[in-house]
């Protein structure tokens, strides 16, 4: 039986990221995600929406269908 996987190259929160210290987030999605490590990506809140930053996602982990990633944002284009 296969696994399901989703290859991710940006980082979509649709505003359910948890801040976790100073520009560190948690950002919880459904489905097992692989996404690259220690690379820059994109950060919007839509698919489609604007540009919100850059972030560099440092850990990914999957449990119960469910990927988490840990990420900084080390650039921010908007305050909203």
Not at 9 to 38: A, C, H, Q, W
Not at 53 to 71: F, Q
């Amino acid at each position: 039986m296969g696994m399901p996987l989703e290859l991710n190259t940006m980082i979509v929160t649709k505003g359910r990221e948890i801040r976790l210290e100073d520009n560190f987030f948690s950002l919880k999605k459904e489905g097992y995600r692989l996404y690259p490590i220690d690379i820059p990506l994109e950060v919007k809140k839509t698919i489609e929406g604007d540009l919100t930053g850059t972030g560099v996602i440092s850990k990914v982990e999957w449990t119960a269908k469910e990927t988490t990633i840990t990420y900084q944002l080390v650039s921010l284009n908007s305050t909203n």
